[in-house]
């Protein structure tokens, strides 16, 4: 009875196949990864960080509030002008890392286990990630190392998924 609930299955593997099919990748390198103490005075200052985002080259910037802590991601040299000021309040830097988005449709975060299947994926290919998901953007972190090979992967993830939906289309 214990592990009745793990071994029973809904009768059918899951098909990602169509929303993957339907999903986009994009990639921006020269990201910095930051943990900051969280005060009115790092909040404010992310505030004012994120009113001059640069919205028409696409930039992108990522804010998460904890509890005791702040979380940013951003272009590294735009970081620049900031660290000397939030110095004190950096908890942990990592420099050197790319973001990629995966943009799926909608209905893919009603979809059980897709994120796994993702993260499964990457994982074999040996990629280490920081994940960061909400409908309906994917935010992969990963060390500019790992960016080209994340990104040919989901491309091909993509790609195949595709090609897929063009044959069953053929076989009808």
Do not use: C
């Amino acid at each position: 009875k214990r592990y009745a609930d793990e071994l029973t299955t809904s009768g059918h593997a899951a098909d990602y196949t169509e929303l993957f099919a339907n999903s986009e990748i994009s990639l921006q390198d020269d990201i910095s990864y930051l943990h900051l103490r969280k005060s009115e005075r790092v909040v404010s200052r992310l505030a004012k960080f994120f009113s001059d985002e640069n919205w028409k080259i696409g930039e992108m910037r990522i804010l998460i509030h904890g509890g005791e802590q702040v979380m940013l991601l951003a272009n590294t040299q735009r970081l620049n002008g900031m660290l000397d000021e939030l110095s004190e309040d950096i908890l942990r830097q990592i420099d050197n890392s790319a973001l990629l988005t995966f943009r799926m449709p909608m209905e893919a975060y009603e979809v059980y286990g897709i994120i796994a299947e993702i993260t499964s994926l990457l994982s074999r290919k040996g990629i280490n990630i920081e994940i960061i998901s909400y409908p309906s953007d994917l935010h992969i972190v990963v060390q500019d190392k790992d960016a080209e090979k994340t990104y040919a992967t989901l491309k091909q993830l993509i790609h195949d998924s595709r090609r897929k939906i063009k044959e069953r289309g053929a076989q009808k």
